[in-house]
């Protein structure tokens, strides 16, 4: 089998998809704009080959690319790079070179905010109301409907990139002055509490692993307030959210594919449809998928794409919990003291925050996995208690 991997040094930790693809003796291919020697020797020696092209942005650089593997190797089997900002490109690859997955025709339905709301209402899940936007005007008549706030953010984006809560006419006004010309999409403000459903699903679009997570605050606010994060996994899902999440990954027909399917839950406990992300969750999660449930969620993932299985068998053991901490505040205990004290058995790995997603998910982290959920917020209030 030859794969195409996009970006395969980062994050830095997804060197662990190729190898596990190299391991069942697949072919892989790395394309990425970064020189050879600057590559971790884990990354260099989870490739077959490595092609360098001067910008990932340029789509005939990477056209080249994987016209040279097709010349050496054969067929392409797999283009992926589970990153979100690459979709549309792998998408592109995939159409021109007439390899499984995500073409052309649907990469739309997998990236635009605004068709995602027509895949939760097939699912028969609420949404909240919105209208794609290309002016001030526009938004304005949207607001004159459902009255503030609003959320604006670009109909094709990632992460909580130009996304601002609106509360009144003055920072509508400033978020079109200061924001580039896009599509927006303005939303309704829904207040509740952020939870997941993320997993991965087979070529028959059975969510053969899948879990839980929730989190302290949203992206957006996170962006605008620079508060810590923390999220972390439930043992048990409560059955709406069950029932909610596998409705979703049948109505956007998810296959061969990790999946990050994100709802509201509201003050009165109804679930409402936010984002579906046909990847894995941010950060280290797929970590977390490991530590939380004792199982290789990477080896899993390259059974599927290579022999057409999901072999594990897993339980949620434990509550895994993301924790960051932000360079700009004090803090109470510090790191030698949380380690001293939760250590051994508590967290399973910490370190520095790569700069790019530091102001999101902190400068510093910790992972821990617990049994007891009041064991796990006690160290989350101890690691994340201000001086």
């Known amino acids: ?13 997804y060197f662990h998809f190729c190898k596990s693809l190299r391991n069942l003796g697949a072919n892989v291919l790395g394309i990425a704009d970064t020189q050879y020697e600057q590559l971790s020797q884990d990354v260099k020696s989870s ?49 021109d070179f007439n390899v499984y997955g995500i073409t052309l025709d649907r990469i739309d339905q997998a990236k635009l905010k605004s068709r995602m709301k027509n895949g939760f209402r097939e699912a028969g899940i609420e949404v909240a109301r919105g ?16 009255g503030y706030p609003v959320v604006l953010k670009p109909d094709c984006g990632v992460g909580a990139a130009h996304t601002l809560k609106i509360v009144d006419r003055e920072s509508l006004v400033r978020f079109f002055n200061e924001n580039p010309r896009l599509s927006y999409i303005a939303e309704e403000f829904v207040e509740g509490e952020i939870c997941t459903f993320d997993g991965l699903a087979d070529r028959e679009g059975k969510a053969v ?60 406990n109804e679930l409402v449809g936010l984002e579906v992300n046909m990847r894995p969750p941010g950060g280290f999660t797929t970590d977390m998928f ?6 290789d969620i990477y080896q899993e993932w390259a059974n599927m794409v290579v022999k057409g ?35 051994t058995p508590f967290i399973v790995k910490e370190g520095a925050m790569p700069d790019l997603f530091a102001s999101l998910m902190g400068n510093k982290y910790y992972i821990i996995r617990v049994e007891e959920f009041d064991r796990m917020k006690e160290i989350v209030e101890s690691i994340l208690k201000t001086a």
């Open 1 to 13: 089998m030859n794969c195409i991997f996009l970006s395969p040094h980062f994050p830095p930790h």
């Open 47 to 95: 490739l077959t080959e490595y092609y360098r092209v001067e910008s990932m942005e340029d789509y005939d650089q990477l056209l080249r690319a994987a016209g040279f593997f097709t010349h050496k190797y054969g067929k392409i089997d797999r283009i992926d790079s589970l990153n979100e900002h690459w979709m549309e490109r792998e998408a592109r690859l995939r159409t």
């Open 131 to 146: 209208r794609v936007v290309d002016s001030l005007d526009d938004a304005q008549r949207f607001i004159d409907e459902v």
């Open 209 to 268: 692993f899948y879990t839980s997570h929730v989190y302290n605050k949203g992206v957006m606010e996170l962006a605008v307030d620079g508060d810590h994060v923390y999220y972390y996994s439930q043992r048990a899902l409560p059955p709406d959210l069950k029932d909610a999440g596998m409705r979703t990954v049948k109505a956007f027909d998810i296959r061969e594919r990790f999946f990050h399917i994100e709802f509201f839950r509201t003050p009165s």
């Open 290 to 295: 490991n530590y939380a449930c004792d199982i």
């Open 309 to 343: 299985e999901f072999k594990a068998e897993y339980t949620r053991k434990y509550h895994c919990c993301y924790i960051g901490r932000k360079a700009s505040k004090s803090y109470l205990n510090s790191h030698e003291e949380i380690m001293s004290k939760y250590g």
